[in-house]
Nanobody, 119 residues
Framework: QVQLAESGGGLVQAGGSLRLSCAAS????????MGWYRQAPGKQRELVAS???????NYAASVKGRFTISRDNAENTVYLQMNSLKPEDTAVYYC?????????????WGQGTQVTVSS
């Protein structure tokens, strides 16, 4: 069974940094795109950043220049380096991945990790 496990969330002051990690485990043939979404209270879930297996990145306008997504294909892990954090970055951050496993290609979500930025 394929699972995504996130880590690295927490409480940080405005201007600080955090690094999120998401590791995929289970019987995995290959991973296509991996990415991060976030959902703040009362708001819809939104894309933060994504990274294809070919190396193409996509960032939300609100985080461009502050956040960097990267992946370690050997470890089936995606990272999100978040710098110059702002209170409006406060949200639950979810890892997402399109993974080809024995049962086929499917979209998977992590359980979410809380990021809180204090002013």
């Amino acid at each position: 069974q394929v699972q995504l496990a996130e880590s690295g969330g927490g409480l940080v002051q405005a201007g600080g940094s955090l690094r999120l990690s998401c590791a995929a485990s289970g019987r995995i043939f290959n991973i296509n795109a991996m990415g991060w979404y976030r959902q703040a209270p009362g708001k819809q879930r939104e894309l933060v950043a994504s990274l294809t297996d070919g190396g193409t990145t996509n960032y939300a306008a609100s985080v461009k220049g502050r956040f960097t997504i990267s992946r370690d294909n050997a470890e089936n892990t995606v990272y999100l380096q978040m710098n110059s954090l702002k209170p409006e970055d406060t949200a639950v951050y979810y890892c997402n991945a399109f993974i080809r496993a024995p049962m086929g290609l499917a979209n998977y979500w992590g359980q979410g990790t809380q990021v809180t930025v204090s002013s």
